[in-house]
């Protein structure tokens, strides 16, 4: 989303604060009505929707194959697990509901909140996702090879979240 839009548009809509709750809580920052960060389920989701307003049906697409560069191999969607999340993720759809009433994701957020779905059932080793971490480590470059697969400046941006924000709670 860096890459598409910028930090400066990708901020208007996620945050980059720890937020001290749970990774799925039903909460945005006081004032700005925004996600904390894209650490959390709330803004991963808002993150999803920004990228399928620019690229509507390919998001996914997008989405696996970045993935994929980072891991070194052509990841796939478990689709049992895709499946499970479409039909259990009742407290992502409230969130994507609470996004969309604050303006924060477009109008079609089920097909948003499906790409997110999809995501979160991508299939990877402990050896894709230490190289995509590693990749993400050699400031976006696959270790391997060391092809790009992230922009400078958005991977820096990213490593910042994620330092300061952690992985969930």
């Known amino acids: ?64 194959d970045r993935m994929s560069q980072a891991a070194g191999r052509r990841l796939s969607v478990d689709q049992g697990v895709y499946e499970s999340e479409r039909r259990t993720g009742h407290r992502n759809r409230a969130i994507a509901h609470l996004l969309l009433n604050f303006g924060l994701v477009h109008d079609e957020a089920e ?4 790409v997110y779905f999809r995501q979160c059932a991508i299939e990877v080793t402990c050896v894709d996702l230490a190289t995509m971490g590693a990749t993400l480590a050699n400031m976006g470059r696959h270790p391997r090879t060391n092809d790009p697969v992230f922009n400078l400046k958005a991977t820096r941006a990213m490593l910042a979240i994620m330092f300061t924000c952690g992985m969930y709670d």
């Open 1 to 64: 989303a860096i890459e598409t839009y910028g930090a400066e548009r990708v901020s208007e809509h996620v945050g980059v604060e720890p937020s001290g709750d749970a990774f799925n809580a039903i909460e945005l920052q006081n004032g700005t009505n925004r996600p904390f960060n894209p650490m959390v389920n709330s803004g991963a989701i808002t993150v999803t929707a920004l990228l399928h307003a620019r690229y509507g049906n390919e998001t996914f697409d997008i989405i696996l």
């Open 111 to 114: 097909a948003a909140l499906d």
